[in-house]
């Protein structure tokens, strides 16, 4: 089991940026493939972008050009670098990482992100 800490949400002017971070506990960091989701209101959680174990990324249509995940496998971290942000895309923002050795998913308890004037 890996216990993941999202951080770094809060309230951002549209147009502006956030950056959010997600500490794994985990031994085995290189065995998860990583990501970053996110759940507006009223609606069902999305992918935004995603980053194998061999740094091979993926991004949301939606996010391409403006957003940038990347992981730091020594600190055992993930990020995700939101510029011009849009009002739509105030969500509950999900740290996701998958097991490649079980198979399984696992998740964060999220981190709001607010994007309004």
């Known amino acids: 089991q890996v216990q993941l800490g999202e951080s770094g949400g809060g309230l951002v002017q549209p147009g502006g940026s956030l950056g959010l971070s997600c500490a794994a506990s985990?031994?085995?960091?290189?065995?998860?493939?990583m990501g970053w989701y996110r759940q507006r209101p009223g609606a069902q959680r999305e992918l935004v972008a995603t980053?194998?174990?061999?740094?091979?990324?993926n991004y949301a249509d939606s996010v391409k050009g403006r957003f940038t995940i990347s992981r730091d496998n020594a600190k055992k971290t993930v990020s995700l670098q939101m510029n011009n942000l849009r009002p739509e895309e105030t969500a509950v923002y999900y740290c996701?990482?998958?097991?490649?050795?079980?198979?399984?998913?696992?998740w964060g308890e999220g981190t709001l992100v607010t994007v309004s004037s």
């Open positions: 996701n990482a998958y097991s490649i050795l079980a198979g399984r998913n696992f």
């Open positions: 985990t031994n085995i960091f290189t065995r998860y493939h």
């Open positions: 980053i194998t174990n061999a740094m091979i990324t």
